[in-house]
Nanobody, 124 residues
Framework: QVQLVESGGGVVQAGGSLRLSCAAS????????MGWFRQAPDKEREFIAV????????RYADSVKGRFTISRDNAKNTVYLQMRGLKPEDTAVYYC?????????????????WGQGTHVTVSS
C-alpha cells in the first residue's frame, strides 16, 4: 500500500511555471506506475501524464504535451510534474495516483491509490 501527498500548487499568471511534487510513503514505490490527473470545476477528472517504474517511459495528454514534464526520483519516493507555459484552462485540482504493475496506463480507473490533490489556478 502507498500513501500519496501532493504539494506545489498555487496561483500563477498565464505563461508561468509551477512544479508539483507527490511524496509517497509505504513500500516499493519504485514498483508503482505513477500518474498525474486533474479535475477542473464542473468537469470530470482527466489524465495528464504517466511515468513507468524506471522513468524511461512517459505518456502525456495532448493538451499538455510539450508544456508539462513528468519525472520521478525513486530514491526520494517522489514524482514531479513540471508545468510550463501555463494557460487559464490548466486551472484545476491536480492529483497524483499510483498503479500496481508494470503497464503504463492512462485510464483513471486503473489507479488504486490517490492523493488529496493540490490546487492550481492560472490567471489571465
Amino acid at each position: 500500500q502507498v500513501q500519496l501527498v501532493e504539494s506545489g500548487g498555487g496561483v500563477v499568471q498565464a505563461g508561468g511555471s509551477l512544479r508539483l511534487s507527490c511524496a509517497a510513503s509505504g513500500t516499493y514505490f519504485s514498483r508503482y506506475v505513477m500518474g498525474w490527473f486533474r479535475q477542473a470545476p464542473d468537469k470530470e477528472r482527466e489524465f495528464i501524464a504517466v511515468i513507468s517504474w524506471s522513468g524511461d517511459d512517459t505518456r502525456y495528454a495532448d493538451s499538455v504535451k510539450g508544456r508539462f514534464t513528468i519525472s520521478r526520483d525513486n530514491a526520494k519516493n517522489t514524482v514531479y510534474l513540471q508545468m510550463r507555459g501555463l494557460k487559464p484552462e490548466d486551472t484545476a485540482v491536480y492529483y497524483c495516483a499510483a498503479r500496481n504493475g508494470a503497464a503504463v496506463r492512462t485510464v483513471l480507473q486503473e489507479y488504486l491509490y490517490w492523493g488529496q490533490g493540490t490546487h492550481v489556478t492560472v490567471s489571465s
